[in-house]
């Protein structure tokens, strides 16, 4: 299927040479470098903003999903 694809459709094939390119690029590499060390090792401005965002993160899973279970104020293990 991928190779009837890239033959048949321009853009695919232009996607696929804009990949490439980006993969050969060392500047990706380094951006994606600096990235890392900053995630590793934040400052603590950063470390504030990236906890805030993990809150509401969490908080809008819970609002759409229900993603954590509420146990209330007792972790103690509930039997029914």
Known sequence: MAAYLTGNSPELRELNALRK???EN???DQFFQR?????????AKNAKFFYGLMQKIGDNL?????AFADFGDSFEQKVI
């Open 26 to 28: 060392p500047e990706g």
């Open 21 to 23: 390119r980006g993969w």
């Open 35 to 43: 990235q890392r060390k900053n995630a590793d090792h934040p400052s």
């Open 62 to 66: 819970q609002k759409a999903v229900f």
